[in-house]
């Protein structure tokens, strides 16, 4: 959960999440070795003496050309191979399908019988103490720790955007198309996120709140509400 005064990013809690922050990190360094660069350069071109050798040499604009391509390169390799993984699914433990409505969730456990629910934003006059204002919800999506979960998000009406920050999932609802994506909660906890497309008058007020347990608690509360 972040707080008023963070600069970065929410603690990591799923692989995906941990990759995304360290591809991050190496980004900003290398934009930050271009920069001082482009600052060296600046300097000695503004404080020394032009020649026709500084001018005119080939070594340098051969290395002006290829040193950006490198750059690029550095930076795709690693990007792609996250962007693989992520669209990567391989026998998921567990399927959920979200649907998108003005302005609340509808869960759907396709693996268990008779499990669906809507999930809506709990006004303030009725929040308990000690939970966040607009991002607590009268029914949290529970799964279980450590356990491969796949999400198949749609829409009912318009566009939306199911994104839970700390677990590295961001994937469009659109209406009459079936998006998939897959999450894996390393440790036990309760994670927030809230649609991040514009939907409509009440867009701000759809929190999605996903709260990991252990598999003993997740059987018990499924067979629970499917009863």
Not at 78 to 87: E, K
Not at 103 to 114: I, M, P, Q
Not at 168 to 181: E, M, S, W, Y
């Amino acid at each position: 959960m972040a707080n008023h005064s963070q600069l970065s990013f929410q603690d990591a809690s799923s692989p995906i999440m941990e990759e995304l922050m360290g591809f991050h990190d190496y980004a900003l360094m290398v934009a930050l070795a271009i920069c001082s660069l482009v600052l060296y350069l600046l300097t000695v071109t503004l404080t020394g003496k032009l020649s026709s050798s500084t001018v005119d040499a080939q070594e340098i604009e051969i290395v002006w050309t290829i040193l950006p391509a490198m750059v690029l390169v550095a930076l795709a390799l690693p990007s792609l191979r996250i962007l693989y993984m992520m669209d990567e699914i391989n026998q998921p433990d567990l399927t959920m399908k979200a649907i998108g409505h003005q302005w609340y969730w509808t869960y759907e456990y396709t693996d268990l019988k008779n499990l669906t629910f809507d999930s809506y934003m709990t006004p303030t006059t009725d929040l308990p103490l000690g939970h966040f204002r607009l991002l607590e919800v009268d029914h949290r999506v529970i799964i279980p720790v450590e356990s491969t979960v796949r999400v198949i998000v749609t829409a009912d009406d318009v566009l939306h955007s199911w994104a839970v920050p700390s677990l590295g999932v961001k994937t469009d609802a659109i209406p009459g198309r079936l998006n998939q994506t897959s999450l894996v909660a390393t440790r036990p906890g309760v994670y927030y996120g809230q649609c991040s497309e514009i939907c409509g008058a009440n867009h701000s007020f759809m929190p999605i709140v996903v709260e990991s347990t252990p598999l003993a608690n997740f059987e018990n509360w499924s067979s629970l509400l499917s009863s």
